[in-house]
């Protein structure tokens, strides 16, 4: 059977997918990492 | 147990859902691209649709919950309910930066432009921009009761406005018609494609309750380390 | 009922009132709004587009621009001073504040679309006389949704860092329904056709001032809540 040659886009569409939810899942993590740690408030200084 | 250890906790179990769904998605990119049959009109590009539309369904999902529990919270006035509308609201952001960028290039080999104004494409671009809108006003309010009450106001008023949207993009349509264009017939989906379609729908929803669990946990942590830096100025 | 309007009233005097004595934000939005009729006109390739084509959307950019700058400046108003406390200290029901502010938001965006009406005539050489009747009820309908949307945004923004950027920002995806259902009808009218032809869209419009209006009105409330 002959198929349209269009593998191309059906590639790139799946690498863009996982990349957006890898990097949102990493940046969560980061960011819950980042305000997780227990001197955070004591460093933070609205103040300064 | 104290609220951070209880936060941190939560976060431990999105972190655990959100790498089930990760592997998920391995195993639906397994499924799609070597065990599912390849369409004959459209070719592999077809494949696209089996990430593009759960990507759809959950970020409209995503949003419709964000619009649902915003009116609960104007009703309860529980903060938790505030921060859960928020949590969905980004995720439901990152969804959709997922079913934007990948329903371009689907459209490009099958319909022959990146871009069409259909409705439901348009739509889903004004509802994401709104809710982008939607976070940056939380990030520029200060005061959390004020931020819970105003965004659940533009979540309440999001959910009345995609169906006028819908309607002026098919009155738009209407006026101008544009040739027929290639669609996939969905309701006639062989089985084989149905599943890895259903088994995709399933792992999306499995990243949006992991997403959510982080996003939620993230904003306990945020709180609690307001209150104590709110405490120690006093 | 009667109270509630009278103190609505009193609430959309005020601020006509402030505006006559200033004019500020008057002229500046009628400005601007000329200023805009007369880029759109160089906004295309003559030789590719007539005028005519790109009129009514031209017309419905720039009032939508114009009711913006309107709409800014009603809560701003109220920031100065704390106004708004004095307002909300009021004994009358937090309905009328909001329907005196949707007064005074029509008057003010409506007057703005009046008076630039005639110079988007004398610009585009459109003379649209015997569709004018049914062009100004459009004018209303459309200007009605603007300002429901608005006026409950606008309470909403002055709280926020950056109001003027974030309002535009939250109100424009709102203003996509009426603005391309005012651009289609406009277009219509200004060709001479039967507004039959766009009774889709009418519907569209007064199903928008009904809605948002309802809901504007009953959301207002939870802006205020101190």
Not at chain 2, 122 to 130: A, K, Y
Not at chain 2, 132 to 153: I, K
Not at chain 2, 211 to 231: D, I, N, P
Not at chain 3, 65 to 93: C, D, H, Q, Y
Request: proline share 5%.
């Amino acid at each position: 059977m002959e198929y349209p040659d269009n593998g191309a886009y059906m590639v790139a569409a799946y690498i863009v997918a996982a990349v957006v939810l890898v990097v949102y899942s990493v940046g969560l993590s980061v960011r819950i990492m980042w305000e997780s740690r227990e001197n955070a408030v004591k460093n933070w200084n609205p103040r300064q | 147990m104290n609220p951070r250890q209880n936060a941190v906790r939560l976060n431990l179990k999105g972190q655990l859902i959100t790498w089930v769904a990760l592997l998920g998605l391995a195993g639906v990119y397994v499924r799609a691209l070597a065990f599912t049959p390849i369409e004959r009109t459209q070719g592999p590009a077809q494949k696209i649709f089996y990430l593009h539309a759960p990507a759809a369904m959950t970020a409209l999902m995503a949003f419709a919950l964000t619009g649902v529990v915003s009116i609960f919270y104007l009703w309860l006035k529980d903060r938790k309910l505030d921060l859960f509308a928020a949590s969905s609201a980004e995720v439901g952001v990152a969804f959709s930066v997922v079913m934007l960028t990948t329903g371009p290039i689907w459209g490009k080999p099958i319909w022959g432009t990146w871009w069409s104004w259909d409705a439901r494409l348009t739509s889903t671009l004004f509802i994401f921009l709104l809710f982008v809108g939607y976070l940056v006003m939380r990030g520029a309010l200060e005061d959390p009761r004020v931020r819970a009450q105003y965004s659940s106001v533009i979540g309440i008023m999001g959910l009345l406005l995609v169906p006028f949207i819908h309607i002026s993009v098919y009155l738009f349509r209407t006026l101008h018609p544009t040739p027929i264009i290639a669609k996939p017939s969905a309701p006639s989906l062989p089985q084989e494609m149905l599943v890895t379609l259903l088994i995709s729908a399933l792992v999306f929803l499995l990243f949006y309750v992991g997403f959510v669990t982080q996003r939620y946990s993230l904003g306990l942590l945020r709180e609690l380390k307001h209150e104590e830096a709110a405490r120690g100025i006093s | 009922m009667a109270e509630v309007l009278t103190a609505a009233l009193a609430i959309a005097a005020k601020d006509i009132s402030i505006e006559l004595r200033t004019k500020t934000a008057f002229m500046s939005a009628l400005v601007f709004a000329i200023l805009v009729l007369a880029i759109l006109f160089f906004a295309r390739d003559p030789t590719a587009v007539a005028a005519i084509d790109v009129a009514p959307g031209a017309l419905w950019v720039t009032f939508t621009f114009a009711a913006m700058v309107g709409l800014n400046r009603s809560f701003l108003l109220e920031r100065e001073n704390r106004a708004l406390e004095g307002i909300l200290l009021s004994p009358i029901p937090r309905s009328s504040i909001f329907l005196g502010k949707l007064i005074g938001n029509l008057a003010f965006v409506f007057t703005i679309e009046l008076i630039s009406l005639p110079i988007f005539m004398l610009f585009y050489d459109v003379a649209i006389w015997s569709g004018l009747p049914r062009l100004l009820i459009v004018m209303v309908m459309t200007s009605v949704a603007f300002v429901s949307v608005g006026t409950l945004l606008s309470s909403m923004v002055v709280r926020t860092r950056f109001a003027e950027l974030m309002l535009p920002l939250l109100l424009l995806p709102f203003l996509v329904p009426p603005v391309v259902g005012a651009v289609q009808v406009t277009a219509r009218i200004m060709a001479e056709r039967p507004l039959n032809e766009v009774a889709g869209w009418l519907k569209l419009l007064a199903a928008f001032d009904i809605v948002f209006f309802i809901l504007s009105l009953m959301l207002f409330e939870a802006t205020l809540e101190e």
